[in-house]
């Protein structure tokens, strides 16, 4: 198994990352041995992977940097890069390689403190690896510094580092930043080829696979999610059965307090199973006695870890607000493709009734309108609108239609 196989609908970025990694390594290779590198090689020291969610951004860059970091003794007699088994794909792929650094929002934004070590760390040289790669699986969330840092080290990069961003367009990334990149992107992959990997891979059963599939459009974390996770699959039905709600105000006040303290639980869910590790972990790093008492001076390190943890539960707890809205507006358009009598296939097709009965007591320009309220809610939410007044606001304007 390759470090490819389970990157779904990606069969053109994969040749041409493969053909980058091969390239990648003919460029160690000459350099251990004191010759000229290849020409015209389609390796860069610099990578950005845009696309849709769900369409597997992270993992693919992932993947590209276990290629990169292959030992499998196999190349020696020709074999591709990436093989999967090997010490340098395995820990690649879990994230623990040693030069394999992957930054990720933990707030809303990656800040200029989260960068400061890995950008100093892009220009030193492998530790045990091939190459150092620095991984940002949310590069629309690097601020104006962080940024500026970021270019700083893309800009004059040394020689074995390379830079793998993750965001999901363009337009989402500096022009300055993006100039000096590799663009791949990425598309949605087919409901039929998700189904198909979540039989494969995961061994779902192929009706379950299917619903999870299409209820999620093609979105590969949350079909796997949706079909492995009875709690998910709840808070979905739960979700769905909220249009149906909204008859009079107090029913939209309580269907968006029930929206958002859902979230607050995910969230906290989260925070429990990572929270106390983190802090264990810290405190013996520390050098915490035995009783739990912390050495003198360490204060400000604990409230800085703590202030991380923060932000990261505001995220979680914004993210799955997120996930909620995405699952209303297929709702919805699942809602107008019976209004105009579309051949487009349903996505929940579990929710049927409530879309037929939705559908005839409604016009297409009504849905219209509470498609547009579910977008206005993301928006006052990425500008820090307090979540239950963007989903109390949202539930009132589904109900007027």
Known sequence: MSVWDDLVGQEKVCEQLDAAARDADALVTATAADTPPPEASKMTHAWLFTGPPGAGRTQTARAFAAALQCVSPDRALGGAPGCGFCDGCHTALLGTHADVTTVAAVGTQIL????????????????????????????????????????????????????????????????????????????????????????????????????????????????????????????????????????????????????????????????????????????????????????????????????????????????????????????????????????VALANTDAEDALERLARGSAPEATLRRIEAIAACRDALDRNVAPLLAVEAMTMALRAG
């Open 112 to 343: 200029a403190d989260d960068m400061r070590d890995t950008v100093r760390k892009s220009f030193t040289s492998p530790a045990n690896g091939r190459w150092q790669v620095i991984l940002v699986e949310d590069a629309e969330r690097l601020n104006e510094k962080s940024a500026n840092a970021v270019l700083k080290a893309v800009e004059e990069p040394a020689p074995r580092t390379v830079w793998l961003l993750c965001a999901p367009s363009l337009e989402d990334v500096l022009p300055t930043i993006r100039s000096r990149c590799r663009h791949l992107n990425l598309r949605t992959p087919s409901v039929e080829a998700v189904a198909d990997m979540l039989v494969r891979r995961d061994g779902i059963e192929p009706e379950i696979a299917a619903a999870a599939a299409r209820a999620t459009q093609g979105h590969v974390d949350r079909a796997r999610r949706l079909a492995t996770d009875e709690r998910a699959r709840a808070r979905r039905a739960a979700v769905l059965k909220l249009p149906l709600r909204l008859d009079d105000i107090g029913g939209c006040l309580r269907a968006a307090q029930e929206l958002v303290d859902a979230a607050t639980d995910d969230s906290k869910q989260l925070a429990e199973e990572i929270d106390a590790k983190e802090t264990e972990e810290l405190k013996a790093a520390l050098g915490a006695a035995q009783g739990g008492r912390m050495p003198r001076g360490t204060a400000g390190v604990m409230k800085e870890l703590e202030d991380k943890q923060k932000r990261r539960r505001t995220r979680t707890q914004r993210d799955s607000l997120d996930q909620a809205l995405t699952e209303l507006t297929g709702f919805y358009r699942d809602v107008l493709a019976l209004q105009l009598g579309s051949r």
